[in-house]
């Protein structure tokens, strides 16, 4: 029943999300079930960085958060991987931070496509936190790729804070 219930809200949320943003509202807090449910209903808001889904979830603007020493693989074979890592620094603890990382995809007409990957979201006690991740370009059934000029950027509690290149080869 709650696979219902929030698959249905995050459709919702795709093209009414003031909507989704007062359910949510008025949800959040009920019960630890009912939390889980919102929080997973939100999944779109949450990746597309909805300013007020994100201060409902405690995810405050990461103004004082910066991406240090950000290293990524210029190139890429196709079947390969591109790695990439990074350091989140901010002036005083980070505190609670949803980490993702988009990747701008060529299609097949040369344009670029963002979709966003989650890489984790946690309370962080400290004034850093090293990351250090890759993403495979070997075949799947979901998603062609194509060879050319993609990008990869860092983003921080919905925003995002620094953006490189790389180029995917045959």
């Known amino acids: 029943m709650f696979a219902v219930v929030w698959n249905n809200?995050?459709?919702?949320?795709?093209?009414?999300p003031d909507l989704v943003v007062d359910v949510a509202t008025a949800w959040l807090g009920v019960t630890t079930n009912t939390d889980k449910l919102?929080?997973?209903?939100?999944?779109?808001?949450?990746?597309?960085?909805?300013?007020?889904?994100?201060?409902?979830?405690?995810?405050?603007?990461?103004?004082?958060?910066?991406?240090?020493?950000?290293?990524?693989?210029?190139?890429?074979?196709?079947?390969?991987?591109?790695?990439?890592?990074?350091d989140l620094v901010g002036d005083e603890k980070l505190g609670k931070i949803r980490i993702e990382f988009a990747?701008?995809?060529?299609?097949?007409?040369?344009?670029?496509?963002?979709?966003?990957?989650?890489?984790?979201?946690a309370e962080i006690d400290s004034s850093n936190k090293s990351v250090k991740k890759r993403f495979s370009f070997a075949p799947i059934s979901t998603r062609k790729y194509y060879p050319?000029?993609?990008?990869?950027?860092?983003?921080?509690?919905g925003v995002e804070l620094n953006k490189r290149c790389f180029v995917l080869d045959k």
Do not use: Q
């Open 9 to 16: 809200l995050n459709d919702i949320a795709k093209d009414n």
């Open 38 to 86: 919102v929080k997973h209903a939100c999944r779109t808001l949450l990746k597309s960085g909805n300013p007020e889904i994100m201060a409902l979830f405690n995810f405050a603007p990461p103004d004082n958060i910066r991406v240090m020493n950000f290293e990524i693989n210029e190139s890429v074979v196709m079947g390969g991987a591109v790695n990439f890592s990074f």
């Open 103 to 121: 990747i701008y995809f060529v299609k097949s007409n040369k344009t670029l496509s963002r979709k966003v990957f989650k890489v984790s979201e």
């Open 148 to 157: 050319g000029k993609h990008a990869l950027s860092i983003i921080v509690n």
